[in-house]
């Protein structure tokens, strides 16, 4: 009879399941099956980045797939590493797991994970397994910066124009109608409610920029952005600027293309709490345009579920869009929205005035996780 859990199957068969057939990435000279995995550093450094996920925390069961719950875990991480300016090369994954977990369940967590770290242009270079209460899953990612300066939060400078990339308030929608009780088979919901389960960074909508920023414009952006990610829908949607993102649009004399972003980071915990985190970092000041936030479909969206879609945008998070300042009076990137202004001061105001309650999401606040049933 043939194992159906983890248990019968035993851990080494398991490592070995999760590993058979598996290509791993140029950055990975030396994966699975020894002591530790070997990463590249091309240049003398990588960036590095960990983030964990905890069953009914973090994701539900009987609200997410497998698979989409592998492609969150990794998304989450390679997000970070490109908010930086790094191109994602290695992912190292812990699991925790019971006894009991059904083989089909991490077949589709590992098949999610491995799908997301290609689509960002990684491989998964090794882990480990454990035996746990609940899920568990930690992910721990590498990215490689091609002899570029890091784009820290720190880069801010009064006049810049603050822009965004990716599309906003989605899974804050998404899990607004699983926890609202709402139909989630109802075709209006279905894009937020995939967004929620697995969101789709728009990658190459920064990686594209950096590469070019020292390749020149070129087939190397056009490689990272059409060959290696694919195309990605990108912009706040049913913006006039909202494009979809390959090779087309990034040709031109260097002279044409934008600078690199001065200060940039995933938006994670919410717009407004991640611009606060790069208005600390940077020392200034930063105000949104909220008429630039307007989304037709999430608003359509809204209105059936009797909620606010600013809110949504503005405080939702997981989004892992991307947020950043750019030098001011330059023209910006294909799918790069404009959305405020840096000024001189500190904290971040909406329309010039303070937005009250949280900007976003922090884990230890509110009901304690043991018993509070909203994951995130």
Not at 26 to 44: E, I, K, Q, R
Not at 79 to 86: E, F, I, K, P, Q
Request: glycine share 12%; aromatic share 6%.
């Amino acid at each position: 009879m043939r194992p159906k859990t983890v248990r019968e199957l035993g851990e080494f068969a398991l490592i070995e399941r999760i590993n058979t057939g598996r290509v791993q990435a140029p950055g990975v000279l030396l994966g699975p099956g020894d002591d530790a995995a070997v990463v590249a550093a091309p240049d003398g450094r990588f960036v590095v980045t960990t983030d964990m996920l905890i069953q009914d925390r973090h994701f539900r069961l009987d609200w997410s797939d497998p698979r989409d719950i592998g492609r969150k875990a990794i998304a989450q991480n390679a997000a970070d590493v490109v908010a930086m300016g790094a191109v994602p090369t290695a992912f190292v994954v812990a699991f925790g797991c019971p006894a009991d977990t059904p083989l089909e369940l991490v077949d589709g967590l590992t098949d999610g994970m491995w799908a997301e770290a290609r689509r960002a242009g990684g491989s998964i270079a090794g882990g480990d397994v454990v035996r746990s209460p609940q899920l568990v899953i930690s992910v721990t990612a590498f990215g490689d910066l091609d002899g570029r300066a890091p784009i820290t939060r720190a880069g801010a400078r009064v006049g810049d124009t603050v822009a965004v990339v990716g599309r906003l308030g989605w899974s804050a929608a998404g899990l607004a109608v699983l926890t609202g009780g709402f139909d989630p088979a109802d075709e209006l919901f279905a894009e937020v409610l995939a967004t929620h389960r697995a969101p789709r960074p728009p990658y190459s909508a920064v990686l594209a920029v950096v590469a070019d920023s020292v390749a020149g414009v070129g087939n190397s952006g056009a490689a990272l952005a059409d060959g290696l990610l694919g195309s990605e829908h990108i912009g706040v949607s049913d913006q006039s600027n909202a494009t979809e993102f390959g090779s087309e649009g990034i040709i031109g004399s260097p002279t044409e293309w934008p600078p690199i972003p001065t200060a940039l980071t995933d938006i994670s915990d919410g717009l407004l709490a991640d611009l606060g985190h790069i208005a600390e970092a940077s020392a200034v000041a930063i105000d949104v345009d909220s008429k630039s936030l307007r989304d037709p479909a999430l608003a359509n969206i809204a209105r059936r579920l009797d909620a606010d879609a600013t809110q949504w945008i503005l405080t939702g998070g997981e989004d892992h869009a991307f947020v950043g300042t750019w030098p001011a009076h330059r023209e910006l990137p294909p799918g790069w929205l404009p959305i405020g202004r840096v000024l001189a001061g500190h904290g971040v105001t909406v329309d010039g005035v303070r937005h009250p309650g949280n900007g976003g999401w922090e884990s230890f606040s509110g009901v304690d996780s043991a018993s509070e049933p909203e994951p995130r």
